[in-house]
């Protein structure tokens, strides 16, 4: 493949990605979508599986003899409300799992990774002599929820397919469409989430001296909690702590009963993440024992993402195939990224190593450098914002050829 070469890309997939833009679906909701992957995946000769962990979809494609490469695509959407403006964006409602009715968009790009996988697929099942071994298609649900890759596991997932020698991926960014970046070990940290609830005693808002008050409670408990990342871990370690929600009472005059905090943190270090789960805990405990209550503050898991690490040979295998297709300059060191992914429980369950690079996804023009330095980053829409969508082309090109890519690379002919 020559230096800026893509190959040819299914005009039918530019339509496919407009519809699945159109029509996001949730966590373990995605049955649309997971039909449409089905049906397309059985056209290209594939072997397919669908409700592997209620909407996960699973194709495999035997060509002779050799290892087996792990392709994954998320298909889930977030209950954000777009504002695009685009011609083709969501005006989806759906019920979440608390029974709310939310906004659904692809705010994250997970249609776009759906579109660029099933496009790979059918172009290396058009191609069976640039490759062999065993390709083995991941349409994963439920990642925004952090649940997704492990319950496909837990579904069997290596006991009923091919355990893969590599796990390969990718996640469109708002970095220059042209450019693939990646980094080698932890790339993407671990995410925890946590509801806390500080129980008092409500009383009138005239009477405060009958009361145990959670809203004091809760404003002395967010501020405490700064201290745990700027005063007890090291310098040196990377870690984020933030209050994301706090709620309390429902009128001015009366003081409430209970407050409830939701938080997460970030981190890249088991150690570092036990230290700042045990802060929490304790002040959590502290404040509400400095403020009498007589009953216990409970501190409730609300979701996890465990560390993403990339084998930096695998990665090094990758983009070394990528920068002689799109030239060395186009492939970049984002650093370990604060965001957060389930992809790598794919590789680790399958003791296999992980392969996953970020995808340029933004109108280049919009860049001056067009490298990590640019300033530019901090103000185009970024992943989970209302206004964040993809240019369709060169990126859903550029997305295919980059999974074609490293299938060839990882499963070269004999």
Request: hydrophobic share 40%; proline share 7%; net charge negative.
């Amino acid at each position: 493949m020559a230096a800026h070469e893509n190959i040819a890309v299914d005009p039918t997939l530019t339509d496919l990605y407009k519809d699945l833009h159109r029509h996001p679906e949730l966590g373990f909701q995605e049955h649309r979508t997971a039909g449409i992957v089905a049906h397309r995946l059985q056209a290209s000769g594939f072997d397919v599986t669908t409700g592997v962990a209620v909407t996960g979809t699973v194709g495999v494609l035997r060509n002779g003899s050799g290892p087996t490469a792990l392709l994954r695509a998320d298909m889930d959407a977030l209950p954000v409300e777009e504002d695009t403006g685009l011609d083709y964006a969501s005006t989806a409602t759906t019920t979440d799992r608390s029974g709310t009715s939310v906004p659904v968009d692809h705010a994250c790009g997970h249609d776009l990774h759906t579109t660029c996988l099933l496009g790979a697929a059918a172009a290396l099942a058009a191609d069976r002599a640039s490759w062999t071994g065993t390709l083995l298609v991941v349409f994963q649900p439920a990642e925004e929820l952090g649940e997704g890759a492990q319950a496909m596991v837990d579904d069997g997932l290596y006991d009923r397919f091919p355990t893969p020698d590599v796990v390969l991926g990718q996640h469109v960014a708002p970095l220059p469409a042209g450019k693939i970046a990646g980094h080698p070990g932890a790339s993407y940290a671990g995410s925890d989430s946590l509801r806390v609830l500080l129980v008092g005693r409500g009383a009138h808002g005239s009477m405060p001296e009958a009361s145990i008050d959670p809203v004091v409670m809760a404003a002395e408990t967010v501020l405490r909690l700064q201290a745990v990342i700027s005063r007890e871990i090291p310098s040196t370690a990377t870690a984020v702590l933030t209050v994301g929600s706090i709620h309390a009472g429902d009128a001015a005059n009366v003081i409430p009963g209970e407050a409830e905090l939701q938080l997460n943190i970030r981190s890249y270090d088991t150690g570092v993440r036990r230290r700042i789960l045990d802060g929490i805990e304790r002040v959590v405990r502290g404040e509400a024992a400095t403020a009498g209550a007589t009953d216990e503050p409970t501190i409730t898991e609300i979701e996890r993402f465990p560390v993403v690490v990339n084998d930096p040979a695998a990665l090094g295998t990758t983009l070394d195939a990528f920068a002689k297709w799109l030239g060395p300059d186009n492939i970049l060191d984002p650093g370990a990224g604060a965001g957060s992914e389930d992809v790598g429980i794919l590789a680790t369950s399958a003791g296999a190593p992980l392969s996953y690079w970020l995808l340029g996804g933004t109108d280049p023009s919009l860049f001056t450098t067009g490298d990590m330095s640019d300033p530019a980053l901090l103000t185009v829409p970024s992943n989970h914002s209302p206004h964040y969508a993809p240019v369709i082309q060169p990126t859903l090109a550029n997305g295919i050829t980059a999974l074609v890519t490293a299938v060839r690379t990882w499963l070269p002919p004999s």
